[in-house]
């Protein structure tokens, strides 16, 4: 009895090992600053509000979406131009703080955009404008608050935020304005989530459209496109070679 018990203790105890031991699996939410503007009305009540820009992925593990961490993969903030790389961001899910520390060659910054709740990866949240305020020094000192914008998710392939994957991404990618020009894994992406999702949530409702309909609007774009020039970084003749096999469908590692 006592063996048999020991047993049952054991197998247990395995499988709770086993469980823990399994990798949980990550997830990555892409979001825009959309239409944000600053305007320096503290220390300069004439000037004109000038806009933010950028974008960064929230990496979770899925079920535990409050825990992840953030960073950006691109930003402009007004009046401060060095590389992001020397900026301290905190990106916490009702809020997102920018700062410079110290006195670095006359530039400051300390910028926070406050949410009027947690972002999420399903929806857009808006900006605190009541709260959300920056110092920023450039030789000239800016203060002020932010008067309008919101953190947008964007779904995959959605490569101009506009909310949804269409023909304007596709020649977003072909003229080559996206991070990493051009990279076939973006355009597998914008293939995959060719349609009228308008968000992540609505992507999750709508039915994906049939693989062939994102083929034939690419070979129609590149019927068109033989009948123009082409851009000098499609003269490449390995990236035409990429594109001619996505479009037959064959593998990409062959």
């Known amino acids: 009895m006592i063996r048999k018990i020991f047993k049952t203790c054991t197998l247990s105890m395995l499988l709770v090992a086993l469980t823990t031991m399994t990798p949980a699996q990550s997830a990555t939410v892409t979001y825009v600053l959309e239409d944000i503007w600053l305007l320096p009305d503290l220390s300069h009540p004439l000037a004109a509000a000038r806009q933010m820009t950028g974008s960064f992925e929230w990496i979770y593990e899925e079920g535990d979406f409050e825990n992840g961490s953030g960073q950006f993969a691109d930003l402009f903030i007004p009046w401060y131009n060095p590389d992001i790389g020397d900026l301290n961001i905190n990106i916490d899910l009702g809020s997102i703080e920018f700062t410079l520390p110290g006195n670095f060659h006359d530039l400051g910054v300390d ?123 499609l003269r490449d003749v390995p990236h035409i070679i990429a594109l001619e096999r996505l479009l037959r469908g064959e593998n990409n590692s062959s």
């Open 111 to 233: 910028l926070t955009l406050f949410l009027v709740d947690s972002f999420r990866p399903d929806q857009a949240v808006a900006v605190d404008t009541a709260r959300s305020m920056f110092d920023i020094q450039q030789g000239i000192s800016y203060k002020g608050h932010a008067v309008s914008g919101s953190i947008v998710p964007v779904h995959p392939g959605d490569f101009d935020y506009d909310g949804d994957v269409d023909g304007a991404d596709f020649l977003k990618w072909q003229r080559g304005e996206l991070t990493n020009p051009p990279s076939l894994s973006d355009l597998e992406v914008w293939q995959a989530n060719f349609g009228p999702a308008a968000s992540p949530m609505a992507a999750a409702t709508i039915a994906a459209p049939e693989p062939g309909s994102a083929i034939l609007f690419m070979m129609a774009l590149a019927c068109g496109l033989a009948m123009q020039p082409r851009p000098s970084f």
